[in-house]
Structure formats: C-alpha cells, structure tokens
C-alpha cells in the first residue's frame, strides 16, 4: 500500500503564477532597455563618424600646408574674437604661427585677417613686438593687416605693426584707448543692512574692492596707471603709423571710425580683402592658411562633449523613472 505525500503533490493552488500587471511591466522595462541600446548605438556611430571626418580634414589641413611649402602663396594668420591668454587669439599661438609663416620659404608675405574688439593689451603688445622683430630679421617679407567687421583696441595695437592696413568700408577701426571696469556695491550694502569687514595686511591691499568706497587716493592711482598704457599704446600707433596718421584731438580719445573714415585718418592705408590683397598686392593668389588650429581631442570634446553629456544625462533619468 503506498501513500502520497500531500507535500509533493501539484494541485492547482499550489502552481504559481505571475499578475498581468507585474509582466506588462517587465515588459515595458524591456523594451525601454532596448530602446536605450539603439539610441547610444545610433549615437556612437555619429561620434565616429564625424572622428573619422575630423581626422581627414585634420590630415588634408596638414598636408595642404606642407604641400605648399616652397611653393609661392600668401601666409595667413587669424586673429578673432577677444585677444586674451586664456582665448583662441593668444600670444603665445599667434607667435607660433607667425615664425612658421616667416620661415617658409614659399611665403612672400603675411597677411592677419582681423575680426576682434581687442582684449588684453599686454597680449597684443608681445605680438606687436614679434611681428616688428621678424620683420627685421625678413626684411623681404612684408606684413599686411586685413581687417573685416572689427578692429578695435588690442586688435588695432596688433594691426599697426603691419606695414600696411586694409579695411572694408564698414569696418570699426581704432578705439585708441584704454578702460578699466567694474562695479560699486557700497549703496546697496547700506539699503539692505550688510556690513563688510575686509581685513588687510598693507594699507592698498583692497584697492578697487567693490565691496568698499572708492578712495580718491586709489582712484588717482589707478588713473595714473591707466593713462601710461595709453601713452605706451599712443606711441606704438605713431611708431606704426608715423607721417601717414593724421592725428586730431579725438585720435586717441578712445573713439572708433569706420572704415573709409580710418583711411581718411590716417589708421588705415585702403580698401582691400584677404583676396585682393594676396592677388593684387602680394601677387600670390594661392593662401595658405598658418593659423593654429586645435588638436583633434579638442574640436571632438567642444563638438560632441555637450551633447553627449546630455545624452548620457537623458538616459539616466529615464532610467530612474523606469526603475523606480
């Protein structure tokens, strides 16, 4: 006689079984998994996609340059946006490529195509000093400024150690000048009831504090040391310009012309563009361009970094919210 023991055996209570609910949503969760795969798939094989162009037009640019060496051509070098350290037209590039374009056999001349409000001046002053020793050194070799909607400030400080400045009609040239800003908060302090308590060791250490009245004795100091660079950056000018600037009481007062105006005075030589300068003054109408350009890592992360970055951020979210 055999028994059956009731703990083995199958009955349909003991069969388990998952809700609807539960499978749609593991299902759900699924498909949203693979939803996501296909998207970054997607995105990843535009990232190397536009890796792979890069990389051909990295390798087109250098060939390009070093295939026109020895061969006639005009240099040229950009100079845009502000005129800083920490930007793009620094000195320390704008150097480089001068002394590359100098040294090249095949250049007959240089030509800086201008497009910038100015920035820093002790920036434009180290370029305005290596374009003038390089010239000494190529004395053949001729520098031509080519400005297009703006030059103005440090950029004009560039512009005036070229032998000659070309200009659009329209373009804003000159702003001969020199600032220094910033704001006072002392009033608002006052009105809301904030006290500062700035502590000090050297009696100047908080010059110019925003956060503090401006002395008379801190504002004449920072005037004194405003007005000798504008003395240094007047003389530059002259020293550029010499007997074709016209000066005027406004020339240096920090004003700015267009165009035809900054021939008419004197800041400027002509009319022109980078295109009839290198066909009709140089006489090499083949340009080669000598501007530093960022390295590959650098164009990809500006190009791809935000987006990606969101991409990843968006998938994240989306994430949580499934699996939550």
């Known amino acids: 006689m055999s028994t059956t023991d009731p703990s083995t055996s199958a009955s349909p209570e003991a069969t388990t079984t998952l809700p609807t609910g539960v499978l749609s949503d593991l299902l759900q969760t699924w498909l949203a998994e693979r939803r996501r795969e296909r998207?970054?798939?997607?995105?990843w094989r535009w990232v190397w996609a536009a890796l792979l162009v890069l990389l051909i037009f990295g390798v087109y640019e250098r060939d390009r340059v070093e295939g026109n060496a020895g061969k006639p051509h005009t240099a040229l070098i950009e100079i845009r946006g502000e005129i800083s350290d920490e930007a793009d037209a620094n000195a320390?590039?704008?150097i480089s490529a001068l002394r590359t374009a100098f040294e090249d056999a095949g250049s007959k001349a240089v030509v800086l195509r201008i497009n910038s409000p100015g920035g820093s001046p002790v920036q434009a002053g180290l370029i305005n000093d290596e374009i003038r020793r390089l010239k000494a050194l190529h004395p053949k070799k001729k520098v031509y400024a080519v400005c297009e909607e703006m030059c103005a400030s440090a950029?004009?400080?560039i512009a005036v150690g070229a032998?000659?400045?070309y200009v659009d009609k329209a373009s804003l040239v000159g702003s001969i000048g020199v600032l220094m800003d910033g704001f006072g908060f002392t009033g608002a302090m006052n009105k809301l009831g904030i006290e500062r308590r700035l502590l000090t060791a050297g009696e100047n250490k908080g010059i110019l504090d925003p956060f503090s009245p401006l002395s008379e004795?801190?504002?004449a100091f920072a005037q004194v040391m405003l007005d000798q660079i504008h003395d240094q950056f007047i003389a530059v000018v002259r020293q550029g310009r010499g007997k074709r600037l016209k000066e005027t009481d406004e020339t240096f007062s920090g004003l700015f012309w267009n165009g035809q105006q900054a021939v008419d005075l004197g800041l400027a030589d002509s009319l022109g563009s980078l295109d009839s300068v290198a066909r009709d003054v140089v006489k090499a109408e083949d340009i080669v361009d000598y501007?530093?350009?960022p390295d590959l890592t650098d164009r990809l992360a500006k190009r791809f970094g935000a987006?990606?970055?969101e991409?990843?951020?968006r998938s994240l979210r989306q994430s949580a919210s499934v699996l939550r």
């Open 311 to 313: 991409g990843a951020a």
């Open 39 to 43: 998207r970054w798939r997607t995105v």
């Open 155 to 157: 950029a004009y400080y």
């Open 307 to 309: 987006s990606v970055g």
């Open 163 to 165: 032998d000659d400045i």
């Open 92 to 94: 320390d590039q704008i």
């Open 217 to 219: 004795k801190h504002k």
């Open 291 to 293: 501007t530093p350009k």
